[in-house]
């Protein structure tokens, strides 16, 4: 089968076979069928060979103009396809602008509502710091929304007045510098308790080697040496 989906047959063509018989109409019929559809030609006998031969060259401009057409057909169903993608691809980077441009909106808004947080005013490093990690979230295609913000900032307030300025922009830029999807601040309370932890072991071990002084040295202490020794000793209680 070639790609022809339809041809012409006009009326004159009818008359033309109608007046032969049966058996010759239906050999004419199937020979110029498969001569559309096929592309074979035909083996006829004298007459029928002679009638075909008069409508073959019609026969092979209705061929013709059948693949013009559906050439044209496809052509205009791939220039569509392709304007549609096109269209597509075009609203699709008009969206995606448009959302880059609403979250970018989003950070400009965002760092004019801390710029007016109290617990930032005389905090000018910890501001600054916090507006680089906005626009880090920003460029890693993960803005804040209102919500987290605030919760965001007061986590920093807590923390900052904990642990000081300096420490909290330490945090920050170490947790963009490992590429950190959040701010750890867990990390910070980790530190004070390991620090806290050997402080306290520090203070006992101190201790502890005091009292073994004193015990040892007990007899020979006067007694003014004594009280100078306990009062020593009850700064660490």
């Not at 004019?112 to 880090?136: A, H, M, P, Q, V």
């Not at 923390?159 to 750890?184: H, P, Q, R, S, W």
């Not at 309370?189 to 040892?216: C, L, M, P, Y």
Request: glycine share 2%; net charge neutral; hydrophobic share 30%.
């Amino acid at each position: 089968m070639n790609d022809i989906n339809s041809f012409t047959f006009y009326k004159d063509y009818y008359y033309l076979i109608d007046t032969m018989p049966i058996e010759d109409k239906k050999e004419l019929a199937v020979a110029i069928l498969d001569y559309v559809f096929k592309d074979l030609e035909p083996d006829l006998n004298g007459h029928n060979q002679a009638i075909f031969n008069t409508l073959s060259r019609q026969l092979d401009c209705s061929k013709n103009k059948s693949k013009s057409a559906k050439k044209i057909d496809q052509a205009e169903i791939k220039q569509k396809s392709n304007e549609n993608q096109t269209e597509i691809k075009s609203k699709s980077k008009q969206n995606q602008m448009k959302i880059k441009q609403g979250n970018k909106t989003s950070v400009l808004s965002f760092k004019f509502y801390i710029s007016n947080l109290e617990f930032l005013k005389d905090r000018g490093l910890l501001r600054g710091k916090i507006e680089d990690w906005l626009d880090y979230k920003w460029e890693r295609k993960e803005p804040y929304k209102e919500t987290g913000l605030k919760s965001l900032m007061t986590r920093i307030e807590k923390y900052t007045e904990k642990f000081g300025e300096e420490k909290i922009v330490e945090l920050i830029d170490e947790c963009m510098a490992n590429n950190y999807k959040g701010i750890i601040f867990e990390k910070l309370d980790k530190q004070s308790n390991t620090f806290s932890t050997q402080k306290s072991e520090k203070t006992e071990s101190e201790k502890e080697k005091i009292k073994r002084f004193e015990n040892a040295h007990a007899e020979k202490l006067t007694e003014k040496e004594k009280e100078e020794l306990d009062e020593f000793f009850s700064m660490f209680e």
